[in-house]
């Protein structure tokens, strides 16, 4: 787990810049392979970027979700908030915020993505059970979405598109919605794989609305019931995830050139995962879904395609 400092006024000599990056980029190959592993198809500059942002993203999640979780208060999340603002100012307070006032100086990020994620955290703090899907589509925008939209900064567009005389005064689209999309994406997919682990937790993230609909009930989960009702249930749920997949992979064709490889292999491996849920007979109570690095690795060729065609 990630060591938070105990104190963010401490006076102490901080890393280099270099040294900073560094720091990001092993806990990022330690706690995110696949993701770690479709960072290296990006340049050096902007890896390092997303490096630093998903380095703040897990911490900001460990201060409701790790080892020390029950002393967090909606105090511990102002003084976090307190503390971004500082890095928004070029303060870093640790190695590890470093490497972010430096991705700050150079990409031109918006603090409001960062600020809702702190508002998922929240969420997190008085909220186990979500009624209605727009509840929890909230949710996984706060937690999820915005790193889509801290990304899209650092992955720029394809300027190419305003080259004709009829383009050349207005600007390039920017797949914002896509972005948003591909996080929650990706959010659900966790929400499926862990419904055991969760529910062991007493959460449970499923919409209740999409419970009843299937005659199962809140006792019937978190007992790890697994037979036709929840099966119907899983298949809605993959399918309403997909959905949000095919409506990210859409916007990836915006993205700069450099930046469509990186995410059409990430997009991919991470949509296979629902692959992996209904190959084990939607059973996420004893068995977790997950890609082999092999498969992984043979994705890569085939996002290439996707990246220079679509």
Known sequence: MLQLPESPRVKKSLASVETAYESCRQVTADFAKSFYLSTLLMPPEKRRAIWAIYVWCRRTDELVDGADAKNTTHETLDAWEERLEDLFTGHPHDDFDVALVDTLEHYDLDIQPFRDMIEGQRMDLYRNRYETFEELELYCYRVAGTVGLMSTTIMGVDESARTAPWNCHHPPYLPIKEAVALGIANQLTNILRDVGEDARRGRIYLPLEDLHR??????????????????????????RAKQFFEEADRGITFLSVDARWPVWAASMTYSWILGEIERNQYDVFSKRAYVSTGRKLLALPVALMRAKVL
């Open 214 to 239: 299937f005659n199962y009930t809140e006792k019937d989960l978190l007992n790890g019931v697994l037979d036709d009702r929840w099966r119907a249930l899983m298949k809605f749920q993959i399918q």
